[in-house]
């Protein structure tokens, strides 16, 4: 292991036996972590937590939620309606459904909704009651989130393990793509919403099958839709994720809104990578399973540390960084 992943474990370690504020000191250093200042990337001013309800084992109510959030300094929030993209499987916690206890919770906690998942199963965005269900409840609340769309399920051949095999197929998967997403953002425009693709996995997890969907949706005369970078979805689809982020992040920096993130130490050189480009945007952390409000301030935690050592000296050693 080497000397950054140990001082990894060293963070975690003083984080789960109670050493819960950002002035931990390192074991083999008096240097401490400190939280990003405010204004930059990684500031907690700057963080939206995401995917915290479904697999809460606590099974917090949305007042519970908004609460535990406000109370950790999270002032953004996005919202996953379930983890199953079929809506077949149970989640731990369904309180989430109810659209508008959800945003009343967070808007009476100062809580601002900065993106909302859609699980767009259909070619026919109109088709599915749920979308204008939850337009109308933005339009009631008077709030605008990025919304978030991922790879369609609507039919077999559009399952995460099916990649086209032939140009045709690609050119038809890119064509049927596009063609959904442009229904939608017909759909949202009147909302003043904004559509932006999510690259959650599968065929529409690979960065240039979105680019060309975006290229696609300009010769449809669509020049407003974004990307959502997840650097966890990417670290799946790409095993040699680190070796190809700098010429994969200068191709889509144009169009990212936001980047989600597991905190990891295997990111460190990439973030630095998006930092140093000049990139602003909003940035999410994942909160996936157990109790949500410990998962929190772990990932909160883990940011802080990489922080720290972005504020370092670039070094080797950190290009070479794996898990413990």
């Known amino acids: 292991m080497n000397s950054m992943a140990t001082k990894f474990v060293v963070i975690i370690t003083a984080f789960f036996v109670g050493v819960l504020n950002v002035s931990v000191i390192l ?36 007042d519970e939620r908004a609460q535990m959030l406000k109370r950790l300094g999270i002032r953004h929030y996005a919202y996953l309606s379930r983890q199953d993209p079929y809506g077949k499987e149970p989640d731990i916690n369904t309180s989430q459904l109810v659209i508008d206890a959800e945003i009343e919770a967070m808007q009476r906690n100062g809580l601002d909704i900065r993106a909302w998942y859609f699980w767009l199963n259909t070619d026919d965005p109109k088709s599915d009651p749920n979308v204008s269900k939850t337009f109308e409840a933005f339009k009631r609340y008077h709030i605008h989130p990025q919304v978030w769309v991922p790879q369609s399920h ?31 953002v017909k759909l949202a425009e009147p909302y003043g919403l ?14 240039e099958n979105e680019l060309d969907i975006l290229d696609r949706l300009k010769e449809l005369g669509v020049t407003n839709v974004g990307l ?8 799946y689809m790409y095993t040699d994720l680190q070796q190809v982020f700098a010429q994969m992040w200068r191709r889509i920096k144009p169009y990212v809104v936001a980047v989600n993130m597991d905190v990891n130490p295997r990111y460190l050189e990439m973030l630095r990578i998006v930092e140093d480009s000049g990139w602003k945007g909003p940035v999410g952390i994942l909160a996936r399973g157990g109790d949500t409000d410990v998962d929190v301030r772990y990932n909160l935690a883990a940011l802080d540390f990489l922080a720290t050592e972005l504020r370092r000296v670039p070094s080797q050693e950190a290009l070479h960084t794996s898990l413990p």
Do not use: C
């Not at 937590?49 to 479904?54: G, K, L, P």
């Not at 140009?167 to 997403?181: D, F, H, L, S, T």
């Not at 904004?194 to 997890?205: A, C, M, P, S």
């Not at 959502?228 to 670290?235: E, P, Q």
């Open 27 to 62: 074991a083999d250093s008096k240097r401490s972590i400190e939280a990003a200042p405010a204004g930059s990337l990684w500031a907690h001013d700057n963080l939206h937590v995401w995917e915290v309800a479904n697999r809460d084992l606590n099974k917090r109510g949305p």
């Open 154 to 184: 609507a039919q077999a051949e559009m399952a995460y393990s099916v990649f086209p095999k032939t140009p045709e197929e690609q050119k038809q998967r890119v064509i049927r793509e596009a063609e959904r997403i442009r229904l939608f």
């Open 194 to 207: 904004k559509v932006d693709l999510y690259n959650h996995g599968g065929w529409f997890g690979k960065e």
């Open 228 to 235: 959502v970078f997840n650097f966890a979805h990417a670290s």
